[in-house]
T-cell receptor, first 114, second 115 residues
Framework: DAGVTQSPTHLIKTRGQQVTLRCSPK?????VSWYQQALGQGPQFIFQ???????QRGNFPDRFSGHQFPNYSSELNVNALLLGDSALYLC?????????????FGPGTRLLVL | AQSVTQPDIHITVSEGASLELRCNYS??????LFWYVQSPGQGLQLLLK??????LVQGIKGFEAEFKRSQSSFNLRKPSVHWSDAAEYFC?????????????FGTGTKLQVIP
């Protein structure tokens, strides 16, 4: 049973560029949540996707956007990158259609913005 | 809005000693509570969770946690720590908002294990 997978594992970008991160949920899961974890901090909720729609959003600017595909996989897009966007980006999947599902995390994508 | 406080940023214990990591939450109703562990450069692994029922929850790797409503706490314990337990531990609270569950994490406690 494959767990949550994320790609790429590491990424280096420069300020102003755009980046796309990808996530495949755990088999059987229908909901994907994205988190940003800065160095030395806990994960901060970015947004959550269910049935291909964003249904919750944390305190992140519109530069952060996402998408969920019919196979439940998801992408996180960040435009106009800032130095402060350097972080570990975590994807978590759950079976929210049953309500209150437990979130299972992928290994993350480490983004460095220079 | 819910919140989680992990008052200890860093804890050092000797191998074989007992461990307790503190977690306090703020939420108006009964929350869902989680403990996750993160090894350096890795994602988060679920140790245990509390949704309802027995307030003493058993998890993987010999960890347990106790939900105490009166103290708004969900402390993580292990009777005998192994060197491989060195990692960062995050407490999280899941709360319902607009029909959806939103999970909020604490800032983490870094555990160092000395021989």
């Amino acid at each position: 049973d494959a767990g949550v997978t994320q790609s790429p594992t590491h990424l280096i970008k420069t300020r102003g560029q755009q980046v796309t991160l990808r996530c495949s949920p755990k088999s059987g899961h229908d909901t994907v949540s994205w988190y940003q974890q800065a160095l030395g901090q806990g994960p901060q909720f970015i947004f959550q996707y269910y049935e291909e729609e964003e249904r919750q959003r944390g305190n992140f600017p519109d530069r952060f956007s996402g998408h969920q595909f019919p196979n439940y996989s998801s992408e996180l897009n960040v435009n106009a990158l800032l130095l402060g966007d350097s972080a570990l980006y975590l994807c978590a999947s759950s079976l929210e259609s049953r309500g209150g599902g437990t979130q299972y995390f992928g290994p993350g994508t480490r983004l460095l913005v220079l | 809005a819910q919140s989680v406080t992990q008052p200890d940023i860093h804890i050092t214990v000797s191998e074989g000693a007992s461990l307790e990591l503190r977690c306090n939450y703020s939420y108006g109703a009964t929350p869902y509570l989680f403990w996750y562990v993160q090894s350096p450069g890795q994602g988060l692994q679920l140790l245990l969770k509390y949704f309802s029922g027995d307030t003493l929850v058993q998890g993987i790797k010999g960890f347990e946690a106790e939900f105490k409503r009166s103290q708004s706490s969900f402390n993580l314990r292990k009777p005998s720590v192994h060197w491989s337990d060195a990692a960062e531990y995050f407490c999280a609270v899941g709360a319902w908002s607009g029909g959806y569950q939103k999970v909020t994490f604490g800032t983490g406690t870094k555990l160092q294990v000395i021989p």
